[in-house]
């Protein structure tokens, strides 16, 4: 596909070291700033064109004409959303805009469909959902959802006593009597999708999928919290905050928020009445002591600042028992950071880049082919695919026992109407279904994909 | 340094040299050559030498400016020495450093030659001669590039290398693509000039001989007497190929994909055009005493303006006995060269372009001292760094040329054979005046400056830097 990339950001040069890895898309990317193009198109594959994205030259001259989607991703909102009007009316082509104002957060569905936005996205929001949702659930390390949201996957860590230690797959929906399918376990730096004989180990990271009701009660059955927390604490008063602020109180949990800067505080106060505002300096730990982090079933860590993020959890994994979830916006030391012991780690621009990526791959596979939903799972080592099944798909009407699958594929999980079905070997699919196939194979596009 | 990328990549190279002389052996056999086994003898050597430095697998697959260098660099002496070979073994030319200043002549598409006879060759020989040539026009590395499966964008450091011109872009996202793009326009040029020079009655062997020298802008030809006995209508159409060699390949391409107006605005292309007309106006006049028939004259002329102006260096005439003003205008055509991004070689017409502009705002800065003035190119300001970077190129230039005029001072020939000897082949041109003019040759000179001159021949041909990079000491440090 040819995609165009307007602005580089870190968002910006995070999709162009995604989207460039894989051979079949032509990439143009535009910016302002001649030494950071010239530095993106000497390290990847791409070409680069100087200018301002909202120039109906500069847009021609990247190739506007063939573009299947423009992607601009400038620090400027207004920027962002004049470029993708403008190459709306010049080809035509899917356009995404990253748009962070919260003031124009009502505004964005008006302009989406007005000025023919395939995608409106919003970093700190998308943090902020995706925080939100590890507290409701805060066991979990990571989930996503499919069918509509009536399917999760949901990745947590295997602890000392948990009843699933050695034990094999194929036991567990006996012993535990529950409905759900164990479909990816990382043990170390490998990631199996795990056949019946597989046995469960401490320390692995599984990945569960199931409908929300039958996970839940799974995890319960192991011995995991699986209430949402009751109070949080959130050191930084920025846009995350008050997105998550919202989320969280909307869904009854109390939000504390500790904040510097005290014209901040005000602010914070009238948009947030029902958030306890503390005026202080988070890094002091007298003041976090005095509100209660020994005490709290949750904390964030959301400053600007990625080093003060880091030491703010680790105090607080000393002091607490609770889920700690730290924003890192900047440090690119995975490697470093996930050997800290932190619990959860937050990159909004991994996360932004990974939605409008999700949505690039969706859009490549839907030219000639059915893809719902799309999500990385396994640390990016294998990927769940939602699939649609239409009339003449080949693997519909058979039981799934006498299909002739590759290795390293799972059903996971059937749609039919909004009811939602394990698979087992005498299951059929039927045509207007939904399935969701999880596979450590790439760049899936139809179902029939999965066979031999 | 990633030395085990490097000789993987100098592996490829020698390789593939290799299997470029299969075509002479082929030549060989059909035209039932006496000493058959030359080619596979050689083809045997380089494959010795080079598929056992392609199984070094790189350990890291990252590649950067610098080592991008080194290997354009490298290479380009690697397959200068392999590349002659042939003609040692052959024993047409005994002397090693002969053989070597004739191949490095061929792939730098200079086209300057120590031969005095170039008849005497066999077919296949020559065909070499002029195959080098073609293979040097476009380069080995963007050949390799379209084909060797490397990581992306690091590519690019190789093509930079060893492309002329001062900014290289890329006509598509993907530098394979792109490299693959350069090479169709190049074969489908050439292709064109083949089937046009047999249509003029030429046999298929000197078709394609004198269509690799045109379209390398090399200049090797396979007579003594270079082009001047061919008919008119193969030299108009030689002469107007030369021409269409010069000009910057993104103008094709451009053209290819219908952006016509993009194609009509380069600067670089319309200043090449008129300055051919000019100096072919020029010397028209200046020689028409000489040749008294205008047709003739104009023919005359226009071959030998286009030959200079694009480095190819063929002649139909002995310009060596025109008057003074049409050497001298050959002369300064010899700096000039062709457009950036062309096969040609010299200092480019762009550059000389920026220079000029450079001069101009630089007047208007003292008479207007507080004025703002952006030297411009295809209507866009340039940036600062990229006038600094043709400056120090232009100066780098001149240090070379200067060194080399003084360690070939030492064979204590005239002044005129020097200075043109050093200009014909640091610019890639081929023949120069007097003792080097075009019908004699570089025997003249000793070993050592056979030498000076075979290097700057490469020297000239990938731009300078590549190759001083190789006396830094810092960068063969581990």
């Given at each position: 596909m040819n995609i165009i990339i307007v602005g580089l950001g870190k968002v910006g040069q995070k999709l162009v070291e995604r989207l460039s890895r894989e051979e079949e898309h032509s990439i143009t990317v535009v910016d302002l700033r001649r030494n950071i193009l010239e530095d993106v198109v000497n390290s990847y594959d791409v070409m680069g064109v100087s200018g301002s994205g909202a120039s109906l030259e500069i847009l021609t001259e990247a190739g506007i004409g063939k573009t299947d989607i423009l992607i601009a991703v400038t620090g400027s909102d207004e920027l962002n959303l004049l470029t993708c009007m403008i190459a709306r009316k010049l080809s035509g082509c899917n356009t995404i805009a990253r748009v962070r104002n919260p003031e124009y957060k009502k505004e964005v569905q008006l302009f989406q469909e007005d000025l023919g936005l395939a995608m409106v996205i919003n970093p700190e929001f998308t943090a902020a959902q995706e925080i939100a949702r590890l507290l409701r659930f805060p066991s979990a390390i990571q989930i996503d959802t499919f069918a509509k949201g009536r399917v999760e996957i949901l990745k947590f860590k295997i602890q000392k006593d948990s009843p699933l230690c050695n034990i094999q797959v194929a036991d567990i929906s006996q012993k535990l009597s529950c409905d759900i399918l164990i479909c990816g376990v990382e043990r170390g730096d490998d990631a199996f999708i795990p056949g019946g004989d597989f046995v469960l180990r401490q320390d692995d990271y599984i990945s569960i999928v199931g409908t929300i009701k039958d996970a839940t009660h799974f995890i319960k059955k192991v011995g995991l919290k699986t209430n949402k927390v009751k109070d949080t604490m959130i050191v930084g008063g920025g846009k995350t905050a008050v997105y998550l602020a919202t989320l969280l109180i909307r869904a009854g949990i109390d939000v504390k928020i500790i904040e510097q800067n005290t014209d901040r505080c005000e602010e914070l106060c009238s948009l947030l009445p029902k958030a306890t505002i503390i005026n202080g300096d988070g890094t002091e730990n007298r003041l976090l002591l005095e509100e209660g982090i020994e005490t709290t079933e949750s904390f964030v860590a959301l400053t600007n600042m990625d080093e003060e993020n880091v030491m703010l959890s680790l105090y607080a994994k000393t002091m607490n028992q609770g889920k700690i979830i730290t924003k890192i916006n900047r440090i690119t030391y995975d490697e470093v950071i996930s050997n800290l012991g932190l619990d959860t780690i937050i990159y909004p621009k991994d996360i932004t880049a990974e939605y409008i990526l999700r949505f690039v791959r969706a859009k490549n596979n839907s030219i000639g082919s059915n893809i719902e939903t799309m999500h990385d799972i396994l640390d990016g080592k294998a990927e769940a695919l939602e699939f649609n099944i239409k009339?003449?798909?080949?693997?519909?009407?058979?039981?799934?026992?006498s299909l002739s699958l590759k290795s390293?594929?799972?059903?996971?999980c059937i749609n039919r109407d909004g009811t939602i079905i394990t698979p087992r070997g005498k299951d059929i699919i039927l045509p207007g279904d939904t399935v969701i196939i999880v596979t450590t194979h790439k760049g899936f596009t139809d179902i029939k994909d999965i066979m031999e | 340094m990633n030395y085990r990328m490097i000789s993987h990549v100098l592996g490829w190279v020698i390789s593939l040299e290799g299997i470029c002389m299969l075509l002479p052996f082929l030549c060989a056999l059909i035209y039932g050559e006496?000493?058959?086994w030359l080619f596979l003898i050689c083809m045997a050597i380089c494959f010795l030498a080079g598929i056992p430095l392609t199984?070094?697998?790189?350990?890291?697959?990252n590649m950067f400016a610098k080592e991008g260098f080194v290997i354009v660099a490298l290479s380009w002496i690697l397959m200068s020495i392999f590349g002659a070979i042939p003609f040692f073994l052959s024993r047409y030319i005994p002397n090693f450093v002969d053989a070597l200043f004739e191949t490095a002549s061929g792939f730098t598409t200079t086209g300057a030659s120590i031969l005095t006879d170039v008849e005497a060759l066999p077919k296949s020989l020559l065909f070499w001669r002029s195959f080098t040539h073609w293979i040097g026009g476009m380069g080995v590395i963007v050949f390799l590039v379209a084909l060797l499966p490397l990581s992306g964008g690091d590519n690019l450091h190789l093509i930079r290398a060893e492309s002329p011109g001062h900014s290289v872009g890329k006509l598509v996202p993907h530098v394979k693509t792109t490299a693959k793009i350069l090479y169709a326009i190049y074969f489908g040029l050439t292709l064109l000039q083949i089937g046009l020079l047999k249509l003029g009655g030429l046999d298929w062997f000197s078709s394609l001989t004198l269509s690799f020298g045109t379209a390398g802008t090399g200049g090797f030809g396979v007579l003594n007497s270079s082009i001047a006995s061919y008919s008119p209508y193969v030299q108009w159409v030689i002469t107007i190929f030369m021409i269409i060699f010069g000009v910057d390949f993104t103008f094709y391409y451009c053209i290819l994909m219908r952006r016509f107006k993009n194609a009509l605005k380069m600067e670089e292309v319309r200043t090449y055009i008129g300055v051919i007309l000019a100096c072919v106006f020029l010397v028209c006049l200046n020689v028409s005493s000489q040749i008294p028939n205008i047709w003739e004259n104009i023919r005359y002329s226009a071959f030998q303006v286009a030959s200079i102006i694009t480095t190819t260096?063929?002649?139909?005439?002995?310009?060596?006995?025109?008057?003074q003003f049409s050497k001298m205008i050959l002369l300064g055509l010899m700096f000039l060269g062709a457009c950036a991004g062309s096969t040609g070689g010299g200092i480019k017409v762009s550059r000389l372009l920026v220079l000029v502009k450079s001069i101009i705002k630089e007047v208007r800065v003292l008479v207007h001292p507080k004025s703002t003035i952006k030297v411009k190119l295809n209507g866009r300001p340039l940036e600062h760094e990229t006038l600094r970077g043709i400056s120090v190129f232009f100066m780098a230039y001149c240090f070379v040329f200067a060194a080399s005029l003084l360690l070939i001072s030492l064979d204590n020939l005239d002044f005129t054979t020097n200075f043109t000897a050093v200009a014909a082949t640091i610019g890639n041109i081929g023949p120069g005046l007097s003792l080097v003019g075009p019908t004699r040759?570089?025997?003249?000179?000793s070993s050592l400056s056979k030498v000076v001159l075979t290097l700057a021949m490469i020297i000239g041909r990938l731009e300078i830097f590549p190759i001083l990079i190789l006396f830094s000491g810092k960068i063969w440090k581990r």
């Open positions: 009339k003449n798909a080949p693997i519909a009407n058979q039981t799934i026992e390293g594929i799972l059903i996971a | 006496q000493n058959i199984l070094i697998r790189p350990r890291q697959k260096g063929f002649s139909t005439t002995d310009f060596d006995l025109w008057p040759n570089f025997a003249c000179f």
